[in-house]
Every structure is written in C-alpha cells, then in structure tokens.
C-alpha cells in the first residue's frame, strides 16, 4: 500500500495486521528510551490546513519514535495566507524531498487529490479531510476497543457499537463505519435526523433516533463531537434539547451494561454531547485512545515507510506483506 | 527458482542432544546460570531460548528467566525489500540490567541480525554481559561477531540454504541444507 486516504481501502486481513503492528510498537512506549532507528533519514511532513492538537502531535511523536525527520507545516503564519494553492505547496515539499505527507484539509478529498495528481511522489496520509474521512482514528478507535474488549487480538466479529451524534459533519464516523464493518462489528448509528447524511442507508451499519433504546444493547458508545464550525444551518432547536436527548449523562450511563466503555474521538464539548463525569468516570477511555493514537501511527509509518521505496504506485500488493526473496 | 534440492543434516533426536550440551555448556560457563537471563530472536529463537531455559531447570534446577526480543525494526536492510511484519518482543522476568543475557537464535550467518540485536538490547537495559548460542553455525561472516555456544558447525556454501525446523513452529525438530542453483540465500 502506498496510501493510506480511506478507512475503506483497508480489507480485513490489512486492518487486523494493522493492528498486530500497533500492538507490538506499543511495547516500545513501556521501554526507559522510546525510540527506535526504524525511520533513519526518512522525511514526514505534516501538512495541516486546519488546527489540529491531538493529530498533529500523535503523528509527531510517531514518527519521532521511529527516528524520522519531522516537519510541521500548518497553514495559519505560512504562504497559504498569501494565497499559495494547495499545488504549490505540494510541489514545494516535493523539491525539499519528503518520503512522506500526513495531511489535513477543510475540503473533502485533499488527500487523494494530493495522492493522485502526481505534484508529489512521497506516501500521503490522510489525516482528516473535510467531512469525509480520519481513517488513523478509526485505526485507534479500533485498536482500543479491541484492547478493552477482545484482549488485543483478532477482529471485532460481533461487537455492537454505537456512534451517537453529530454524524453529518463527522469524517471519524464515516471512517469507522467503514473500518468497523470490515472488522466485524456491528454498527449503530444514533443522531436527530437532521445529523445523518444524505444516503446513510447504503453504509454498512444500522441507524436510529433513540438513544435510550439502543444503549443497553452497546458494547461500545463513542460520542460525536458537535461541530458549530462547519454547521452552517440549524440543525436542532437548542444545545440543551440536543444535550437532553442525545447527551450521555450519569442517568443514561446506568442503562448501559456493565462492560460497555465509553469513546470519544476529541475535542469533547463538555456537558453537551458528554457530562464532564462522564469524560472522567472509569469506563472512559478517552485518554487511552489518545495514548493508542501515537501507537496505531506508528505502524501505519512503519508499514508505509519502513519497506523499499516502490517506485511506481503499487496497489495490488498488501501493506507488510514481504517482497518476494531474491535481495536478501 | 530453480527446485532445491534438500538433505536432511540433524535429526530430531540430534536437536534434542544438541540443546541439552548447550545448557550443560551455558551452566558450566557461568557457574550455575544463577543471574543468566535467555533472550530468544523470534521466530525459531523464542522456542529455542525457552527449551534450553526447560532443560537448565531439568539439570540443575535453576529458573532461568527467558524472555523474546524482535529486532525487525533495527535491521540494516529494511529498505532493500518489503515491509516485515513484527514479532513479540517480551523482556524476561526481573528485566536484563545487571544479568548475563544469552541472545538465542536458530541460524548464525552474515551476524546482521546479531547486530541488530546488540543494538535493540542496549535501549532495553544495560545487561553485565552478552553472549550468544546458536543452533546452526554455517559460517559467511560479514561482521565481526562469533557465537560462544553452537550446537553445529555446518560449512555451507553462499548458494545453500539452511532451515531449522522447531517442533513449535513446524511441527517436527530438524536441520535442513537446501542446495539453490539459481537466486539468492535467505
């Protein structure tokens, strides 16, 4: 694999081999020096067209943990506010050699524009495009759940997750939709019906209105951020109905069993989508998903990054599956 | 690729004799084993370590700690082909500083993997020496770097290749000499 653009470009054998390799570079965050030379010399840029905290430093510290040479561009204090298009600065980076791009734009597909137009020859990694896709999130999403839930190993076969929220603008929605029914899970998605997007009932999981029906059959509850920023309309009455009715709270906590933890992909709005004891209680694991972030990035580096340079785009060959023997 | 053809070097009873001289050897040598810890190179060297670790305590009793560690991520040719997929790397229980770690692997060739984990050896801890215990010597040396216990010499040349099959991960103990005519040794 030369990309990684969509949670959907990941088939079931890859996603779970992603994972293997999350779990084993997560040791290495155990260890007294948390570095390894993996990426010697190899350079990643990160591309951030709009603010970020937890992406842009969980793929910074991936890849400073693998010995990779990192660059930090984003957008606001560079020559994007003079009005320098996305192609310029792609071929920018393109001459100050880059082996890799982690991206992130406010338009859905930058990333695949980026990956396909030929302005760069590097890897490209999305990291959060418009309303469209966050496919590492999912990636650490997953890889938490199956941390909690299914011992670290496998797939997801018969988990129950429910997605409540704001999945209209949600690009970790839609990523973990897709990279959760390829796993296995069985996947729920809760929101007033103005938040569910036009044509959510060709994705591959079940919808509802009702929130207090559906969490006492949920292994896993992520919350949705509400995103003000990219609500251009209205969309619910006030923030206190939506909070009401779709707001996870100590009272709603109860009706879930004993098991279920509770997600949140970050930035929480505190006391709207989640209470803030909620956030904190011990079925939480939303500080854990952030320190499993910089694991799952970590692979998906090595397993871009840490082979032989394919020259030409490649997509029949599957990520970490070996070349065949003949320069050893 | 041409059809190899194979001959059978060490038969399983062999394998089993040969494991249990290198812990007698690895007793006698450090006096006991009392602060020796086993550090297997995944994939044949784990089962390996974890063997010689079962036969120490059979012979003197002792609880050597055994532990496993993947050195995929420091070798010196991960560029020159496709990604690698990454084994469990465990520390042995009580840690390595201040122990005698015995690196065990099934095969010594170029001596790249040793290297490699020389290097990932000394960000786990700071062991007070290290020593290495091979199955299979078969000789072309790129580095410098030699085994203090090797269970057989087997002068091969660069064409062969040699496959030691473990019980835990094949199914069956034995040593295999695969002679390639045509590409490259693994």
């Known amino acids: 694999m030369k990309h990684l653009l969509s949670a959907g470009d990941l088939d079931h054998d890859t996603a779970v081999h992603v994972l293997d390799t999350a779990e084993r570079l997560a040791r290495i965050a155990d260890r007294p020096v948390k570095k390894l030379p993996t990426l010697r010399g190899r350079t990643v840029v990160n591309l951030f067209f709009e603010d970020s905290t937890r992406t842009r430093i969980s793929f910074e510290a991936a890849a400073k943990r693998l010995s990779a040479d990192v660059i930090n561009f984003s957008a606001k204090g560079s020559s994007v506010s003079k009005g320098e298009s996305l192609k310029d600065t792609a071929m920018t980076l393109e001459a100050m050699g880059t082996d890799a791009v982690i991206v992130r734009h406010s338009c859905s597909g930058a990333p695949h524009r980026l990956a396909n137009s030929g302005w760069i020859g590097g890897h490209v990694v999305n990291a959060g495009d418009g309303t469209h896709e966050h496919p590492t999130q999912a990636l650490l999403d997953a890889f938490t759940m199956r941390r909690r839930l299914r011992g670290g190993v496998g797939d997801l076969a018969g988990l129950r997750v429910t997605l409540v929220g704001d999945v209209l603008h949600s690009r970790v929605a839609r990523s973990n939709v897709l990279l959760l029914s390829t796993l296995g899970a069985a996947v729920t998605l809760v929101a007033p019906p103005t938040l569910l997007p036009v044509g959510v009932e060709t994705w591959p999981c079940a919808t509802s209105y009702d929130l207090d029906e559906t969490l006492p059959g949920s292994d896993v509850v992520m919350m949705l951020r509400v995103q003000s920023e990219r609500m251009n309309a209205s969309f619910f009455p006030t923030t206190r109905e939506y909070s009401r009715r779709y707001g996870l709270d100590r009272a709603r906590l109860g009706l879930l069993p004993e098991h279920t933890i509770v997600m949140h992909p970050g930035p929480m709005n505190r006391g709207m989508e989640i209470a803030p004891d909620v956030a904190d209680s011990a079925r939480s694991t939303i500080v854990e998903q952030v320190t499993n972030g910089v694991s799952v990035r970590m692979a998906v580096l090595y397993l871009l990054l840490g082979g032989a340079d394919i020259g030409a785009p490649a997509p029949a060959e599957a990520i970490g599956e070996p070349v065949p023997a003949g320069v050893a | ?186």
Not at chain 2, 109 to 121: H, I, K, P, Q, W
């Open chain 2, 1 to 186: 690729m041409a059809v190899p053809l194979r001959r059978c070097l060490v038969q399983p009873a062999d394998v089993a004799r040969v494991i249990d001289r290198i812990a007698h050897e690895i007793l006698e040598k450090s006096a006991g084993a009392r602060d020796v810890a086993l550090l297997g190179i995944p994939t044949r060297g784990a089962p390996l370590a974890r063997r010689l670790a079962a036969r120490m305590a059979a012979f003197e009793g002792v609880e050597v700690p055994t532990g496993s560690l993947d050195i995929t991520l420091y070798r010196d040719d991960l560029r020159m082909r496709g990604v690698r997929a990454l084994e469990p790397t465990t520390e042995p229980p009580g840690g390595i500083d201040g122990k005698l770690v015995v690196l065990v692997d099934d095969v010594l060739f170029s001596g790249r993997t040793v290297r490699a984990a020389l290097d990932a050896l000394g960000e786990l801890g700071r062991p007070r020496a290290v020593q290495l215990a091979v199955l299979v010597d078969r000789g072309h040396r790129e580095l410098p770097i030699r085994a203090d216990y090797v269970g057989k010499n087997i002068p091969t040349s660069r064409t062969e290749n040699v496959a030691v099959r473990l019980s835990e991960v094949d199914g069956v103990d034995e040593v295999w000499l695969d002679t390639v005519t045509e590409g490259a040794p693994a």
